[in-house]
Nanobody, 117 residues
Framework: QVQLVESGGGLVQPGGSLRLSCVAS????????MDWYRQAPGKERELVAA????YYADSVKGRFTVSRDNAKNTVYLQMNSLKPEDTAVYYC??????????????WGQGTQVTVSS
């Protein structure tokens, strides 16, 4: 089994910063892509940042930075200059090869980010 666990969400004032983390654990043999998505109330889930290729959503360019620690099977999302419209549940998605399981995509449970004064 493979688990993706996000952490680091919370309530922050506009202009503030948060750092999200996502760790892949369990029967992990290798991790390919690790990306961040978000879903705001009433909206579709959208890709925010990808690590397998350079991608940031236009709405977060210059404010968010994605990075990885491959030795720890961890991806981070540094979010600066947060705006109320960044409020959403943030999800990690990873392509993982596990023991006795072919390459598959997995989702984390999500972490809530609320930007409000």
């Amino acid at each position: 089994q493979v688990q993706l666990v996000e952490s680091g969400g919370g309530l922050v004032q506009p202009g503030g910063s948060l750092r999200l983390s996502c760790v892949a654990s369990g029967s992990v043999v290798s991790v390919d892509s690790m990306d961040w998505y978000r879903q705001a109330p009433g909206k579709e889930r959208e890709l925010v940042a990808a690590t397998s290729y350079t991608y940031y959503a236009d709405s977060v360019k210059g404010r968010f930075t994605v990075s990885r620690d491959n030795a720890k099977n961890t991806v981070y999302l540094q979010m600066n200059s947060l705006k109320p419209e960044d409020t959403a549940v943030y999800y990690c998605r990873a392509r993982v090869r596990a023991y006795s399981i072919a390459w598959s995509h997995y989702w984390g449970q999500g972490t809530q980010v609320t930007v409000s004064s």
